[in-house]
Structure formats: structure tokens, C-alpha cells
């Protein structure tokens, strides 16, 4: 019962360096999300994909590169880490993109990052 | 400006009291949901609403839909620690709900 994996669960960078944050999941869900907490702003969707090989922006997308090679994995890049990227990062996926009834969207246990 | 409002922003009561939480916004929307969230931890879904004015019960947890599906409340009946934790709606966006957008939650604290 694995669910979302992601990985690390803490990170701390120097501003300027990269790292990408692993995104798996098990369950053969066509829908995987990247969102950032801070606090005060709530849940903010940075990119999202509805299949392998697609993709799209979310709200905050700027600073942030993703890729779905398969539909297991969504990793999420950071070219050139900013202070401002410093949060929590939270990966979730559903079965399907949505329809007029929302899916369950499930979480990982998230990535906390800071970059000094 | 927040597509959805969360009030109030912290809430903290004593065990088995009663309590209201609210979601609102100007916009329509086809269902929204509402999820828990536990410190160190990723949000997990309570309830999807879709009919206007339909009213969900989870154990001692009562969701309600506004009529015109602009709004929402989550009462929590004899609170316990348990219940302890980010309280959070979210509603779908775009064409096939693809852009989940949620609110900036409500925090609530149960104090034994």
C-alpha cells in the first residue's frame, strides 16, 4: 500500500544550486500534481499532468521544470533554487483528470525544503 | 485575491464542544471537496459535495453545500483531539477539474 512516494522528506540548498524532487506513484493514476505550502497561502498548484507525456502549468509554475516519461513518476526541477522556494512540496495523484465529479486526490508525505 | 475563503483562519476549543467552519467565494462551482491535513502530512479527503444544498455526514462530521454551490460549512459535533488539525476545501477548475485549487484553510485545535 505504497500510494505516493516522494522523496526526500528534507532538503536544504544554497541558493543557485538544483535538485530535483521524486514523485511515484503505485496505483496506475493517469492525474499526478506538484503543490507548494506556505504558510498563510494554503495548497498552491505549481504544474500538473494528465498522462504521460503531458503537461501543464499550474498557478505558480515560474522557477519550476517537470517531465511524466511514464505514468508512475512526476518529477519536479529546480533549475536555480531561489530563497523564495523555500516550503513544503506536495505531490498528488487520482485515477483520472477529473470530470464534473472530482476524484480523490492523493497525497504523498511531502518534500520540506529550504534554500538559503 | 483567494478564489475560495476560509474562516475562521484558527480555531481553538475545548473537547465536546460544537463547532462551524466555513468555505466561500464568489464563483460557482460543479462539487467541492474538503480535506484533513496532520502536521507532517499530506491532506486526505473527507468528502466530495456536487448538489446544491446536499448535506454529507461523516461520524460526528456534517458538510453542507450551498444552495447556489458558492459556499460551504463543515460542523464538527462534540469535538475531540482527535479532530485536531488543517482543515482545507478545494474546488476543481478548468474544463475536466484538472487545476484543484484550494483554500487557505482553517486550523483547529481541540484542546483535551
Known amino acids: 500500500n505504497a500510494g505516493v512516494t516522494q522523496t526526500p522528506k528534507f532538503q536544504v540548498l544554497k541558493t543557485g544550486q538544483s535538485m530535483t524532487l521524486q514523485c511515484a506513484q503505485d496505483m496506475n493514476h493517469e492525474y499526478m500534481s506538484w503543490y507548494r505550502q506556505d504558510p498563510g497561502m494554503g495548497l498552491r498548484l505549481i504544474h500538473y499532468?494528465?498522462?504521460?507525456?503531458?503537461?501543464d502549468q499550474g498557478e505558480v509554475p515560474n522557477g519550476y521544470n517537470v517531465s511524466r516519461s511514464t505514468t508512475e513518476d512526476f518529477p519536479l526541477r529546480l533549475l536555480s533554487a531561489a530563497p523564495s522556494q523555500t516550503s513544503v512540496y506536495f505531490c498528488?495523484?487520482?485515477?483520472?483528470?477529473?470530470?464534473?465529479?472530482?476524484?480523490?486526490?492523493?497525497f504523498g508525505s511531502g518534500t520540506q525544503l529550504s534554500v538559503l | 485575491t483567494q478564489l475560495l475563503e476560509q474562516s475562521p483562519q484558527f480555531l481553538s476549543i475545548q473537547e465536546g464542544e460544537n463547532l462551524t467552519v466555513y468555505c466561500n467565494s464568489s464563483s460557482v462551482f460543479s462539487s467541492l471537496q474538503w480535506y484533513r491535513q496532520e502536521p507532517g502530512e499530506g491532506p486526505v479527503l473527507l468528502v466530495t459535495?456536487?448538489?446544491?444544498?446536499e448535506v454529507k455526514k461523516l461520524k460526528r462530521l456534517t458538510f453542507q453545500f450551498g444552495d447556489a454551490r458558492k459556499d460551504s460549512s463543515l460542523h464538527i459535533t462534540a469535538a475531540q483531539p482527535g479532530d485536531t488539525g488543517l482543515y482545507l476545501c478545494?474546488?476543481?477548475?478548468?474544463?475536466?477539474?484538472?487545476?484543484?485549487?484550494f483554500g487557505t484553510g482553517t486550523r483547529l485545535t481541540i484542546i483535551p
Open positions: 478545494a474546488v476543481g477548475r478548468k474544463v475536466g477539474n484538472e487545476k484543484l485549487t
Open positions: 459535495v456536487v448538489t446544491g444544498g
Open positions: 499532468s494528465v498522462g504521460a507525456g503531458i503537461t
Open positions: 498528488a495523484s487520482r485515477s483520472r483528470p477529473g470530470g464534473v465529479t472530482n476524484e480523490k486526490l492523493f
